[in-house]
């Protein structure tokens, strides 16, 4: 068998691109607000140059956006100026990034840059950053390649085509998201959020959606911006309150992948607050229930460290454990789950599993320990 290959990933990492741009961008926040910042950024991505925009305020999608496209072959001077509406230039940009392309050739040394970036592709690595993905390294081995990442504090793994297409789904769910009626800021009400809170309560989804299903992509920018980032905790805990009633309604009604990007968002608004927890466990639930049990280890043991009380989340813990092979972590969240209060019976039906796999090694050892 073909030993794996680790190739670290740190110097061609481009987690803030997009950011250190806009410092040396004079229109960049009126181009963000205009625009949207990941489809401005987008535009960065394919080389179409913006040169003018023509603001329409009573109709923003009928505002029309000069711009030419730059590329290597063929530099800005000799590029034809070319006039769309916001909304046919949002969805020239998606259309030339959502293009499926082949991975370039599998690297073969670590100090091969170049090689590197064709075969992971450099649109995804300029990509990644903005929907909340830091790359830390690309593996190798006879089964394939698969990319390590950091997001939102939780390390994840995925094969190198299963990555690139979640991208691609990320920059299709940025237009569906821009062209929803009433994202604008004007829509956010936190006055909404107690009602949101009742009807969650009552399993009605249907109403969570109605309530705030307008609000993420004006708290995605809102986010970005300095009076965002200067919202007292209390505002912060409520809006990531009501990502989180948002994230799990989406779920529960089959969108999973639209829910974990809301509750994604959701952690970010949380921040240190009592309501991450809340958040990272909703997030952990859901990848828990796809069967994504690796996936689901990262926002359970967050959740977990920042204090979710119960046997549930052990329990939880525990199976995912199980199913990923990591037989002495599932004993010790099982444990956990009972000191928490979890019923013996639960906590039975993981040490059950334990021990099927070990048989009387563990059935010694507990008669040993006491444990």
Request: with cysteine; hydrophobic share 40%.
């Amino acid at each position: 068998m073909v030993a794996s290959r680790v190739f670290p990933l740190e110097s061609i990492r481009t987690d803030g691109w997009f950011e250190r741009i806009g410092e040396g961008v004079g229109s960049f926040q009126t181009l963000c607000e205009v625009i949207g910042p990941r489809f401005f950024a987008f535009s960065m991505i394919t080389g179409a140059r913006i040169v003018a925009l023509t603001i329409d305020r009573r109709n923003p999608e009928q505002t029309l956006v000069d711009f030419v496209v730059v590329t290597d072959d063929t530099p800005a001077s000799d590029s034809a100026t070319q006039r769309l509406s916001l909304h046919d230039f949002r969805q020239r940009l998606v259309n030339a990034l959502a293009t499926e392309e082949p991975p370039g050739p599998i690297p073969t040394r670590p100090t091969d840059v170049e090689s590197i970036q064709r075969h992971i592709g450099v649109r995804y690595l300029l990509l990644a950053p903005l929907f909340g993905y830091s790359l830390t390294s690309l593996s190798n081995d006879v089964f394939g390649s698969m990319l390590r990442a950091q997001r939102d504090g939780i390390e994840e793994l995925y094969e190198l085509e299963e990555f690139r297409a979640r991208i691609r789904l990320h920059v299709r769910d940025e237009l569906q998201r821009a062209e929803r009626p009433g994202t604008g800021r004007g829509a956010i009400d936190l006055a909404r959020v107690q009602e949101a809170e009742e009807a969650a309560a009552r399993g009605d989804d249907v109403h969570v959606l109605e309530l705030l299903g307008t609000w993420p992509a004006p708290l995605a920018i809102f986010l970005r911006t300095p009076e965002g980032q200067a919202l007292s905790a209390e505002t912060r805990g409520r809006i990531a309150t009501a990502l989180a009633l948002l994230g799990s309604a989406c779920i529960s009604l089959g969108e999973t992948e639209k829910g974990e990007e809301i509750l994604r968002l959701g952690i970010q608004y949380a921040g240190d607050t009592p309501v991450a927890s809340q958040v990272y466990h909703r997030l952990g639930q859901s990848m828990l229930r796809a069967g994504r049990f690796g996936e689901a280890i990262g926002p359970l043991k967050r959740a977990a460290n920042l204090g979710a009380t119960g046997g549930i989340i052990w329990l939880e813990l525990a199976s995912a454990f199980v199913e990923r092979n990591r037989w002495l972590a599932a004993y010790g969240a099982a444990l956990e789950a009972r000191d928490a209060g979890a019923s013996e019976s639960d906590v039975g039906a993981v040490v059950s599993r334990i021990e099927e796999r070990f048989g009387v090694t563990v059935t010694r050892w507990r008669s040993l320990t006491g444990i």
